[in-house]
């Protein structure tokens, strides 16, 4: 293990970019729509919560590991990541593969439908990790079961990669109606740090999710192998079991209108926990950070640009209460 000191969080695994196309309703089949407006965002884990630590705390060192293919989407991530002052020198170009993508159909006011295409962050695995070159304190592996080579082993060589250095890790995954939650399993052992929505914990522990079992579940994951802290977020309330015991704090109560959308909110949660967790905060000041970077990306029809500084979203939040559960 190196003996200089390790700084600062690398956020890798899945890198998309999201087009989002405005249409006036959905289609049934066979039925044609307009598209009224385009936009393109950088979307999944790595740009989201790498774009969101830097803009709650721009002294933090961060960098941004994955694939991506050799097109102008590519470059459209690459470019987005430096200016918002995250290190791209762990993005790894895959000549003849395109970058992965996801075509949003967003209808104002109502649900959005995803149709996305694994592209180059299906071939992310260990060997793309540039270890050599960034030994951060923290790893957070991001989007478990949406990458085929980190779902299939890859995920578990990364982890018991940083661990053999002494960095801490962390991991998220994403939300599917499946018996795939046990390919996580085997990497909760080298997991220091879990969080996950209810939905997902109670995929993991076979345990109904409702905020009744919250620590049922987490205590669960511990035992399971998660070897510090279990954070479980969902509309209700945050839960943490982490080294003091167990936490748990309701949401805020937010006004009526106030939400322009929830893409990116697990994103900002995540990446509000990773911030009190790297700075050593107690696990409800954990919580409660998370919770309010969670409102910054509800604020925002965007993933990223709701985020500010600490100081900012805590003075903004301040201005809410938290519901009654």
């Known amino acids: 293990m190196e003996s200089r000191e390790k700084t600062g969080i690398t956020v890798a695994g899945t890198v998309i970019v999201d087009k989002i196309n405005e249409i006036s309703a959905y289609p049934r089949s066979g039925e ?11 979307g999944g884990c790595v740009p989201n919560v790498a ?5 709650i705390d721009p002294s933090l060192e961060v960098h941004a590991v994955g694939t991506i293919g050799d097109d102008k989407e590519g470059t459209f991530v690459t470019e987005t990541l430096k200016k918002g002052g995250v290190g791209t020198d ?3 170009v895959l000549p003849g593969e395109k970058t992965s993508f996801t ?3 967003s209808v104002p006011g109502g649900q959005r439908t995803f149709f996305t295409y694994a592209g180059a962050s299906a071939k992310f695995g ?4 540039p ?3 960034v030994k951060p304190k923290m790893l957070h592996l991001g989007y478990f079961l949406l990458l085929e080579r980190v779902d299939n082993g890859e995920g578990l060589k990364i982890l018991q990669m940083a661990k053999e250095l002494g960095i801490e890790t962390s991991i998220d995954l994403v939300s ?8 996580v399993k085997p990497c909760l052992p080298y997991t220091d740090y879990l969080i996950i929505n209810e939905l997902e914990a109670g995929k993991l522990t076979g345990v109904e999710p409702c905020i009744g ?14 070897r510090k802290k279990v954070i479980i977020h969902m509309p209700e309330c945050a839960f943490c079991a982490g080294e003091e015991g167990c936490a748990c704090l309701p949401s805020y109560q937010l006004p009526e209108g106030y939400m322009q959308g929830t893409t990116g909110a697990g994103d900002a949660f995540c990446a509000g926990a990773l911030t009190g967790i790297y700075h050593g905060w107690s696990d409800a000041e954990i919580l409660s950070f998370a919770s309010a970077s969670a409102v910054m990306a509800l604020g925002s029809p965007d993933a990223t640009s709701g985020l500010r500084t600490m100081a900012e979203i805590r003075q903004y939040c301040s201005q809410f209460g938290r519901k009654a559960i």
């Open 176 to 183: 599917e109606n499946s018996d795939r939650y046990a390919l």
């Open 213 to 226: 079992n919250l620590e049922k579940m987490a205590l669960r994951l511990k035992e399971m192998g998660v």
């Open 90 to 92: 762990g993005l790894t």
């Open 103 to 105: 075509d949003v159909m």
């Open 126 to 129: 260990s060997e793309h990790m």
């Open 51 to 55: 774009l969101d630590l830097k803009r």
């Open 131 to 133: 270890f050599e070159k």
């Open 32 to 42: 044609l729509t307009q598209i009224r407006n385009i936009q393109t965002a950088i």
